[in-house]
């Protein structure tokens, strides 16, 4: 088994790309776009994990070891395949699924891609002894509550239901403009820099 490689990306498209490790390219698959994230020539290191199915051997990577274990603990939840557990992970980041599943928060599951109500009932259900409040930064505390409290906010939601995955989102969000309060104008703005991005 693969469980980790360093080395230079070597080419991208929507859904892999080829990094270069000692002369040999493998093709890492992600759950999200990475031309959103990273560029050909720039080092990279990886956590990895094989897929093995009876047509197709696939290399998942993720950016750290808490996103493969959070990939390894959806995949084990009645109804859930790997390429589904590693786009979640990858649209809402390890700590915000493992907040929602101590907060009980379905609302923030149901934001996750292909996950309806009977799938984040399970995931509820089956990850309820899964994860340790002690692993989580102070700042995302359990019982806190994730609603919608300012224009950015909103803005986010939004997009998540237009289809954009929440590490595109994050891409540009700092460089959304900080004062303003309209809604309609940041969704505006926001849409204009995702448009960049994927170009």
Same mark, same amino acid.
């Given at each position: 088994?693969?469980?980790?490689?360093?080395?230079?990306?070597?080419?991208?498209?929507?859904?892999?790309?080829?990094?270069?490790? =000692?002369?040999?390219?493998?093709?890492?698959?992600?759950?999200?776009?990475?031309?959103?994230?990273?560029?050909?020539?720039? *080092?990279?290191?990886?956590?990895?994990?094989?897929?093995?199915?009876?047509?197709?051997? @696939? #290399?998942?990577?993720? @950016?750290?070891?808490?996103?493969?274990?959070?990939?390894?603990? +959806?995949?084990s939840v009645? =109804?859930?395949?790997?390429?589904?557990?590693?786009?979640?992970?990858?649209?809402?980041?390890?700590?915000?699924?493992?907040?929602?599943?101590?907060?009980? *928060?379905?609302?923030? $599951?149901?934001? #996750?891609?292909?996950? =309806?109500?009977k799938t984040?009932?399970?995931?509820?259900? @089956? $990850?309820?002894?899964?994860? *340790?409040?002690?692993?989580?930064?102070?700042?995302?505390?359990?019982?806190?509550?994730?609603?919608?409290?300012?224009? +950015?906010?909103?803005?986010?939601?939004?997009?998540? =239901?237009?289809?954009?995955?929440?590490?595109?989102?994050?891409?540009?969000?700092? $460089?959304?403009?900080?004062?303003?309060?309209?809604?309609?104008?940041?969704?505006? @703005?926001? $849409?204009?820099? #995702?448009?960049?991005?994927?170009?």
């Amino acid at each position: 088994m693969i469980g980790y490689l360093t080395g230079k990306v070597f080419a991208l498209n929507a859904k892999s790309l080829i990094l270069m490790v =000692g002369g040999v390219g493998y093709e890492l698959q992600f759950g999200c776009d990475p031309r959103v994230r990273f560029q050909v020539g720039e *080092d990279l290191s990886v956590y990895t994990y094989t897929n093995v199915r009876e047509d197709a051997i @696939e #290399l998942y990577a993720f @950016e750290t070891g808490r996103d493969r274990d959070v990939f390894h603990q +959806l995949r084990s939840v009645t =109804g859930i395949g790997a390429k589904s557990a590693v786009t979640m992970v990858a649209a809402a980041g390890a700590d915000e699924i493992i907040r929602a599943v101590l907060a009980k *928060d379905e609302k923030a $599951l149901l934001k #996750l891609p292909g996950c =309806g109500k009977k799938t984040a009932g399970r995931i509820l259900l @089956e $990850l309820e002894q899964a994860f *340790d409040p002690a692993d989580l930064p102070e700042e995302w505390a359990p019982d806190q509550v994730v609603a919608p409290s300012s224009a +950015l906010d909103v803005v986010t939601d939004a997009l998540l =239901g237009l289809g954009y995955q929440m590490v595109e989102i994050e891409a540009v969000r700092p $460089l959304l403009s900080k004062e303003e309060e309209n809604e309609s104008a940041l969704l505006k @703005e926001a $849409l204009t820099l #995702l448009g960049k991005h994927r170009s």
